[in-house]
């Protein structure tokens, strides 16, 4: 299923976006698209049998389209995690997973505008595959138990502030979090409709130029593997989200001057299957 949540920034209703791509309410099954449904197998078969049988009602395709989740708990981030990037950032690939946290309230929906922080002169773009967990993990054994636990996929623009980053001390925390630095969606795509996430192309576009062109059979550490590893560290909860890294392509890894982000650029990026997003770019 492609699930996702539409209207107005902070009143969004759940939604459904069927085979024959029309928007469908599902706000008379469900409160919402969050953990707590992702939980529950008993109301996600109710959707998919209300989605068989043709009867929910039709939305305005017009409608703003948000984060395909409320209520996220964590974002866990995971860094230099594709072997192109490691190598354009002349990084050796890490022994085990680079892991850093991004606030959920980052997070926007797909379409929305993405603010350049005040005094950015490094605002960078990185096109990420989403995993959404589903079941509560701690401490798991191994990578085909943590592909169990994810409840679906989605696109994710990890925004990130080099200069706040990396030269400015202490943690990457500094230059992930600022506001708006986490588009999400369009949809959350069910695990059952994607068999392997390490088969997945992720593209990103500036301004119409491609710049970044790459796929998950890049990933140091696969999906099953991200989730095994950060249980072990912290417990994940039905409607927490892990953005599993970039792949080459990032401003950053660019020859001088950099191409960095500034007010006006528009950034479009896909993740295969999982839909698209565009962000147009204003000063804070």
């Given at each position: 299923m492609k699930l996702l949540r539409v209207g107005t920034a902070g009143a969004e209703r759940p939604a459904l976006l069927d085979a024959d791509e029309t928007l469908r309410d599902l706000s008379a099954l469900v409160d919402d698209i969050d953990g707590a449904l992702l939980a529950d197998e008993a109301a996600l078969a109710r959707v998919r049998a209300a989605a068989d049988s043709g009867e929910l009602p039709a939305l305005d395709a017009g409608l703003r389209i948000g984060p395909p989740l409320g209520r996220i708990g964590k974002i866990v981030c995971i860094g230099l995690n594709y072997h192109d990037h490691a190598r354009e950032t002349g990084a050796e690939p890490p022994a085990e997973p680079?892991?850093?946290?991004?606030?959920?309230?980052?997070?926007?929906?797909?379409?929305?505008?993405?603010?350049v922080p005040r005094g950015s002169v490094k605002t960078d773009w990185e096109v990420e595959l989403a995993v959404v967990i589903g079941r509560t993990a701690r401490h798991l054994e191994s990578a085909e138990e943590g592909l169990a636990h994810v409840a679906?996929?989605?696109?994710?623009?990890?925004?990130?502030e080099r200069e706040f980053q990396i030269e400015r001390g202490g943690t990457w925390d500094k230059g992930k979090n600022c506001e708006t630095?986490?588009?999400?969606?369009?949809?959350?795509?069910?695990?059952?409709e994607v068999p392997d996430p390490q088969r997945l192309a992720l593209r990103l576009w500036v301004n119409g130029e491609l710049k970044q062109d790459g796929t998950t059979a890049e990933q140091i550490f696969p999906v099953g593997e991200v989730v095994r590893y950060v249980s072990r560290f912290m417990t994940l909860y039905p409607g927490d989200v892990i953005n599993t890294g970039t792949p080459a392509g990032v401003a950053m890894g660019r020859p001088e001057p950099k191409p960095y982000l500034r007010a006006g650029d528009v950034v479009e990026l896909e993740v295969e299957g999982l839909g698209r997003q565009r962000q147009v770019l204003k000063d804070a």
């Open positions: 680079v892991v850093f946290l991004k606030a959920p309230d980052t997070v926007v929906g797909p379409d929305d505008t993405v603010l679906g996929y989605a696109v994710a623009h990890d925004v990130s630095f986490n588009p999400m969606g369009p949809w959350l795509v069910t695990a059952d």
